[in-house]
């Protein structure tokens, strides 16, 4: 086999190769859904991604006789570090060929980064963020991932645990299949809470308004920055993040299915609920080389022409502490299956949710959702770092 080389991404060309190389791992592959490499683009460019006004970042190139085979990121996200009081990195963006040397010295790379940053441990794979891209999928492999989902070959967890990762969190998806949808197969406890509290004066379920967005938008972060603080992972989107976050979800959500929930007249919770673009996209980017308008031009035929969007995902929810335990989280449940019913969605994906998470798994069981897909979350510690390089 050929030397290796583990090359810092240095140019525009490295970069390049950086952001195209996972089309050679999954070019075979039926279930991967590529990015749009405009996306990617923005995405991993330190100048527009606001992950770098509060983080810091290397990448990587693994190559064979100049043949790239690999690629990772490590990453220090300050603000994590700050709100957690950790002093812990990350690895992300991690694509790899069978290629057991190049893994090893890709994540031995990342962990040295880390380590010369002044880290004790590293964690991943997290690109850039919680609020990114999180987790390796680890079961469930054998269905296309769910918008905004991650994907990856199941071989990849054998090279993390043999570079001497362990789990430190499970996340987990939920599929409710379009017999669980129907009105009339929802939980009979579930649709007393939810229409005792449809009828409440002080209580109000409606969808997004999209002609105010960026109000909702606005309570919707307040409600999420709060929700989420006491959840393990979890760090603040800043102003500039959620912008972005909701700039993209607001041509893509459908308001029929996203919802907050007032009591007496504030907002105490939402639920965001996504078409499964995935299925379009999957259908309408062949390569890279595609120009991307034809790509857009033939997801929106799929989408709106001749709708092949048959599923949705439960991409985000959020309840301020004082109205939990209360049905309220019920009743967005409820809400939206009964939504997804009515404008023709076959099958609702709910993810990903904490392993730990002891309230919400057990009751989104009860609504006859089976567990799917598991991605895990690796960390390693680098008090040895030293020894191991």
């Not at 694509?95 to 010295?105: K, S, T």
């Not at 409600?223 to 102003?239: H, Q, R």
């Not at 019920?330 to 299956?337: D, K």
Request: charged residues 25%.
């Amino acid at each position: 086999m050929a030397s290796l080389d583990i090359d810092r991404v240095a140019t525009d060309t490295d970069l390049k190769a950086f952001i195209d190389f996972p089309w050679e791992v999954y070019r075979r592959d039926k279930y991967w859904v590529p990015h749009l490499v405009s996306d990617r683009r923005e995405f991993f460019d330190r100048q527009k991604n606001a992950f770098f006004q509060h983080g810091r970042a290397e990448y990587f190139l693994a190559r064979r006789n100049d043949e790239v085979v690999g690629r990772v990121a490590a990453l220090i996200n300050d603000l994590h570090n700050e709100f957690h009081h950790e002093r812990i990195g990350f690895f992300g963006a991690f694509e790899v060929l069978q290629d057991a040397e190049a893994a090893a010295a890709l994540l031995r790379t990342a962990s040295d980064w880390v380590y010369s940053e002044g880290m004790t441990a590293i964690r991943g794979p997290a690109t850039f963020s919680s609020n990114d891209e999180w987790g390796l999928l680890v079961d469930g492999y054998e269905s296309t991932p769910t918008i905004l989902t991650t994907y990856n070959p199941p071989y990849y967890a054998s090279y993390i645990e043999q570079a001497g990762f362990q789990k430190e969190m499970d996340l987990y998806a939920y599929d409710i299949p379009a017999a669980k949808v129907r009105p009339e197969a929802f939980p009979p406890k579930l649709v007393r809470i939810a229409e005792r509290l449809r009828a409440r004066p002080d209580v109000l379920v409606r969808p997004f308004n999209m002609r105010a967005f960026w109000d909702d938008a606005e309570r919707m972060k307040q409600i999420y920055n709060t929700a989420w603080s006491k959840n393990w992972g979890f760090v603040p989107l800043t102003d500039d993040e959620f912008d972005k976050i909701a700039k993209e979800l607001r041509y893509v959500v459908d308001p029929d299915v996203a919802f907050f929930v007032e009591r007496h007249g504030e907002p105490v919770g939402f639920s965001v609920s996504l078409p499964d673009l995935n299925q379009v996209l999957r259908l309408a980017y062949p390569n890279p080389r595609t120009p991307e308008w034809i790509t857009m031009v033939k997801a929106l035929w799929h989408w709106k022409i001749r709708p092949k969007i048959t599923a949705v995902r439960t991409f985000t929810m959020g309840m301020q502490e004082s109205s939990r335990l209360t049905g309220l989280d019920a009743l967005l449940y409820y809400e939206t299956g009964r939504m997804s019913n009515a404008k023709g969605y076959l099958r609702g994906e709910i993810s990903w949710l904490l392993e730990t998470n002891t309230m919400i798994n057990p009751f989104v069981k009860g609504l006859g959702a089976e567990k799917c897909k598991t991605w895990r979350v690796y960390q390693r510690d680098l008090s040895d770092q030293n020894s191991n390089r």
